[in-house]
Nanobody
Framework: QVQLVESGGGLVQAGGSLRLSCAAS????????YGWYRQAPGKERELVAR???????RDADSVKGRFAISRDNAKNTVSLQMNSLKPEDTAVYYC??????????WGQGTQVTVSP
């Protein structure tokens, strides 16, 4: 079964940047749309960005112009470059499928904390 491992989170001041990475196992990586999700305390998990098999992307309005999702099919990785971070971006970030496929079991994610 495909496994996803997120990394790259941390504590940063408002206005700072972080880069998250997601490593996926399996041989079908390039044929799957992936997304980065986040869940803040007391809130529902939400999709913040996704990248399609052709490399095109869609971002949530809340992160447009600040976050950029990318993929490296040779390395089976999906990344999320986060700039101009705000305290409201504080959450646990996860990667997972973002198409018609049933989601894989959620991993531990990576914590992003943005201080004022």
């Amino acid at each position: 079964q495909v496994q996803l491992v997120e990394s790259g989170g941390g504590l940063v001041q408002a206005g700072g940047s972080l880069r998250l990475s997601c490593a996926a196992s399996g041989s079908t990586f390039s044929s799957i749309t992936y997304g980065w999700y986040r869940q803040a305390p007391g809130k529902e998990r939400e999709l913040v960005a996704r990248i399609f098999t052709d490399g095109s992307t869609r971002d949530a309005d809340s992160v447009k112009g600040r976050f950029a999702i990318s993929r490296d099919n040779a390395k089976n990785t999906v990344s999320l470059q986060m700039n101009s971070l705000k305290p409201e971006d504080t959450a646990v970030y996860y990667c997972n499928y973002a198409d018609w496929r049933a989601k894989l079991p959620w991993g531990q994610g990576t914590q992003v904390t943005v201080s004022p």
